[in-house]
């Protein structure tokens, strides 16, 4: 099970460029490994994240078999607006994790 930890500025002054960082924990299996019965183990990475603030995507990036377990991602967005920041991981079994936070923006 995966979990997501993120941080977002809780508020910013309109125009002001925020960093928002953000891990998650995943094993991020490449596919290449196998068990102790020397059968593959199945690849299962995160292979999408997105962020979107006040439902308008801001950032999106595809990741690979040569990221690390538990990626940590860091970009900057300008503040806007208040609002929410939502962010999505996508792995290849179809599994979608989530987390938000706030933000108020003067």
């Not at 991020?28 to 994240?49: L, V």
């Not at 040569?66 to 962010?87: C, L, Q």
């Not at 991981?89 to 979608?96: F, L, Q």
Request: hydrophobic share 35%; net charge neutral; glycine share 4%.
């Amino acid at each position: 099970m995966a979990s997501a930890k993120i941080k977002v500025p809780e508020t910013a002054k309109k125009g002001e460029v925020i960093e928002i960082k953000t891990s998650i924990t995943h094993d991020m299996e490449s596919g290449q490994r196998k068990d102790a019965n020397d059968k593959p183990i199945p690849r299962r990475i995160i292979n999408t994240f997105t962020c979107k603030y006040n439902g308008t995507e801001v950032f999106r990036m595809d990741l690979h078999p040569a990221v690390s377990a538990n990626p940590y991602i860091s970009f900057f967005v300008v503040a806007t607006e208040t609002g929410k920041i939502e962010m999505f991981w996508n792995d290849d079994n179809g599994e979608i994790y989530t987390a938000a936070s706030s933000i108020t923006v003067s």
